[in-house]
């Protein structure tokens, strides 16, 4: 849990960026870290790591009409 402009700052500070970037070993990103594997990101002002092409949203920024579903929105 976290935020990813704090994650990323720590991440540079720790001198890790290029490190997971380039490793050739598997890397597992769950929550925050999974967000953090794609180049951009709707939370902060911050760029991800560009591991995985694509951009992070915010699920009321999707293309979505929630008011017809039954069920709550997910959240980890």
């Known amino acids: ?6 994650a990323m ?9 290029k490190f997971i970037q380039n490793t050739q ?3 597992l990103g769950i929550c925050l ?9 709707d939370e902060g002002s911050c760029q991800g ?3 995985i ?10 293309d979505f009409n929630f008011k017809e579903y039954a ?3 997910p959240h980890m």
């Open 53 to 62: 092409p694509g951009q992070v949203k915010h699920f009321y920024e999707l």
């Open 25 to 27: 070993k598997p890397v």
């Open 9 to 17: 700052s720590k991440l540079k500070k720790n001198n890790l960026i």
């Open 49 to 51: 790591l560009a591991i």
């Open 33 to 41: 870290g999974m967000q953090l594997l794609f180049e951009k990101l």
């Open 1 to 6: 849990v976290g935020v990813a402009d704090q």
């Open 71 to 73: 069920f709550p929105i």
